[in-house]
């Protein structure tokens, strides 16, 4: 139920603390926020959408402020996903980061 998200920097080993994360859905021909908050002190934010309610079907895309946390040394200033919910189970997209790259998978 819900959609959350942690970021783990895969250069420290650390989670990332304090990064501005905002999530949009899909809307006609453009985009609506509907949740946004900042990782917390394991990395992790859990009230992009809440976690009671199933998230309606449809493409969403989640954006990571990747500068804030890495600073002006980031090669990816911002990561962008842009993902699907088809089901109502909940919806977990974790962002792996170093300052040069970074990877994601659907995570549980």
């Given amino acids: 139920m819900g959609i ?6 895969i250069a420290t080993g650390k ?10 859905r899909s809307v006609g ?12 002190a394991d990395g992790r934010l859990k009230t992009l959408l809440p ?3 199933p998230a309606p079907h449809g493409r ?3 954006t990571f402020d990747t500068a804030a946390y890495l600073g002006s ?17 909940h919806h ?4 792996l980061l170093s300052p040069f790259g970074y ?3 659907r995570g549980s």
């Fill in 4 to 9: 959350t998200t942690h970021i783990l920097d």
């Fill in 15 to 24: 989670p990332a603390v304090g990064v501005p994360v905002r999530l949009a």
């Fill in 29 to 40: 021909t453009g985009w609506q926020e509907v949740g946004a908050g900042y990782t917390d």
């Fill in 51 to 53: 976690a009671d309610a």
């Fill in 60 to 62: 969403y895309r989640i």
């Fill in 73 to 89: 040394s980031a090669f990816f200033p911002e990561v962008q996903l842009v993902f699907v919910v088809a089901d109502d189970r």
């Fill in 92 to 95: 977990h997209v974790p962002l």
């Fill in 103 to 105: 990877s994601t998978y």
